[in-house]
């Protein structure tokens, strides 16, 4: 008996809802996985977006028996590579079934198409950078991931380390509870960083989306810039930013922390719209959209998914300040708990101001590389 192979091919453009819909079929049985509404991850890989506009793309898809069981993306990202002066490529959007074998052909075709732009390195996953979702999780498996987190089953990291990659960095995930009061001596910390000459908390103006998200990505820029792994973030994306948040963003979402009326932090905090996307399974339809709403007016947890501080005004205990103002908004909305992620694993001094103030890691997610 013959037995059947599965084979990667390239995908076109005109068949990207193959690459799209694969992981929600994948999934439909997993009670964690959430997927995103496929309207945004179909935006997200259009040429059009504006990430595409300074990296390119291969999209592969594996099959057998003419049925799709694995997919993967292979982004070569010039911003990247400009601002750290390597020849990194990276791999995103993996999904596979449990077999090496159909990994281990879809990593390699990623590395090849990667090898052949003049790439020494493949790393990932991004999906397509660390600007958005990335890494795989390799430790909390028993609960759902919250926005813009991802989740994969534990069988995951196996597939990508037989096929060669090793281990880069891990990105923490930590929980804090609302009502989980502050310690006194955290207290008194706060206290003295509010007594501080003409330092302000300040909300901000949704009415001037575009100015604040400005103003945003001129801090994060500037804040992350020297974080491994960083892309700065570019007018176009921004502007696309905005338009995506408008609908959903509140005041109490996203606050600056000024000295001198001058910005020079900030905090980004989103309610977890992954707990209403459970019941879309991608798309809303008149048959979700009732459960889908309900959701929406109930949901019991958020994230703290950005915050930043100008490099001259570190160390004086502003974030502990934006973190004491999302956990204010958490207790504001009744959320449970909060999910501060992700950090680095090895940026200690971030990590300890999260462990002073509560919070808790609870997942952790990989990032892997192999040389070409």
């Known amino acids: 008996m013959i037995m059947s192979q599965s084979f990667v091919s390239e995908i076109s453009e005109k068949n990207l809802i193959d690459f799209v819909n694969f992981p929600y079929e994948l999934f439909k049985k997993n009670p964690y996985w959430v997927g995103e509404l496929k309207k945004d991850v179909f935006h997200l890989l259009e040429l059009k977006h504006p990430f595409w506009q ?3 793309r291969k999209l592969f898809i594996a099959r057998k028996d003419g049925r799709i069981i694995g997919r993967i993306a292979a982004v070569l990202n010039h911003s990247y590579n400009e601002f750290h002066d390597e020849n990194t490529g990276f791999f995103g959007f993996f999904d596979c079934i449990n077999n090496e074998e159909t990994a281990k052909k879809l990593l390699d075709q990623a ?9 020494g390195i493949i790393r990932g996953p991004v999906n397509p950078s660390t ?4 890494g795989i999780l390799i430790e909390g498996f ?3 991931p919250v926005i813009m987190m991802p989740y994969n089953p534990p069988y995951y990291a196996g597939l990508i380390e037989n096929a060669g990659f090793s281990k880069i960095k891990d990105l923490l995930a930590f929980k804090k509870y609302s009502d989980e009061p502050f310690s006194d001596r955290l207290k008194k910390i706060l206290k003295r960083i509010e007594r501080t000459a003409n330092i302000e908390i300040k909300q901000a103006d949704i009415k001037n989306l575009s100015c604040e998200l400005s103003l945003f990505k001129e801090i994060y820029n ?4 020297e974080n491994w792994g960083f892309v700065p973030i570019t007018d176009n994306e921004i502007i696309d930013l905005a338009n995506t948040l408008k609908p959903l963003l509140k005041p109490e979402y996203l606050y600056f922390v000024q000295i001198n009326n001058k910005a020079i932090g900030f905090v980004l905090l989103l309610p ?8 879309a399974n991608g798309k809303l339809t008149l048959l979700n959209i009732l459960p889908f709403l309900w959701k929406m007016l109930n949901i019991n947890r958020g994230r703290l998914l950005a915050m930043g501080v100008k490099k001259e005004y570190r160390n004086r205990g502003i974030e502990l300040l934006l973190i ?3 956990m204010k908004s958490a207790q504001k909305f009744n959320w449970d708990y909060a999910e501060l992620s992700w950090t680095l694993e090895d940026n200690e ?3 300890k101001v999260i462990d002073m103030a509560g919070g808790k890691v609870y997942k952790k997610y990989r990032i892997y590389d192999k040389t070409l």
Not at 131 to 134: A, G, I, K, S, V
């Open 142 to 144: 028993d609960s759902p």
């Open 349 to 351: 001094k971030v990590n």
């Open 54 to 56: 300074h990296s390119e």
């Open 131 to 134: 600007n958005e979702t990335c």
């Open 111 to 119: 590395s090849l198409w990667l090898k052949e732009k003049g790439a």
């Open 272 to 279: 977890d719209f992954n707990i209403p996307l459970k019941t």
């Open 222 to 225: 500037q804040a992350w810039a």
């Open 324 to 326: 004491e103002q999302a």
